[in-house]
């Protein structure tokens, strides 16, 4: 199956790495394009290293700046509101990430978020894809999975 999961923070890495370790083709998302091309040259933080270094899978896990292209042939995508300590900061980073996949998806997905509070945001995730795919007016379907202990690492 093809994965795509939003962010290069160690939580997201362990994910990658765990669904990679299932048989899955991984690809990491990230907006920071000089991050994403140190890790692509093999230059890792020390986070990043710990993951990274210590996986072998072929070619299975990637990293891309581009979501568009990460988002063609997946089925499914993690997203994530990275980490702060603001919960109204968290929620905002998490529906940017919604937003760029209601702008970028091109088929139907299944869309995970790990969050513990799930009763309002499963509707904001929705809604805000939704958005994204009418101003686009595409009727693509999609799923939201909520679950804080799927692949929680």
């Given amino acids: 199956?093809?994965?795509?999961?939003?962010?290069?923070?160690?939580?997201?890495?362990?994910?990658?790495?765990?669904?990679?370790?299932?048989?899955?083709?991984?690809?990491?998302?990230?907006?920071?394009?000089?991050?994403?091309e140190n890790i692509k040259r093999g230059f890792y933080n020390a986070?990043?290293?710990?993951?990274?270094?210590?996986?072998?899978f072929d070619n299975s896990i990637t990293f891309t700046s581009n979501i568009k292209d990460a988002l063609r042939d997946t089925n499914m995508c993690f997203i994530s509101?990275?980490?702060?300590?603001?919960?109204?900061?968290?929620?905002?980073?998490?529906l940017k990430s919604a937003k760029e996949v209601g702008a970028n998806m091109s088929k139907h997905m299944f869309i995970i978020d790990r969050a513990a509070k799930t009763?309002?945001?499963v509707a904001s995730?929705?809604?805000?894809?939704?958005?994204?795919l009418s101003k686009r007016n595409e009727k693509l379907t999609f799923e939201i999975i909520s679950d804080p202990d799927f692949l929680r690492a």
């Fill in 81 to 94: 509101e990275g980490y702060s300590e603001n919960p109204e900061e968290q929620m905002e980073n998490l």
């Fill in 125 to 132: 995730i929705k809604a805000t894809i939704q958005e994204e």
């Fill in 119 to 121: 009763s309002d945001r």
């Fill in 1 to 36: 199956m093809k994965i795509s999961v939003m962010g290069i923070e160690y939580n997201q890495l362990l994910s990658g790495k765990a669904l990679a370790e299932m048989g899955n083709d991984v690809m990491h998302i990230s907006k920071d394009n000089k991050r994403i």
């Fill in 47 to 56: 986070e990043e290293a710990m993951v990274i270094k210590n996986s072998n």
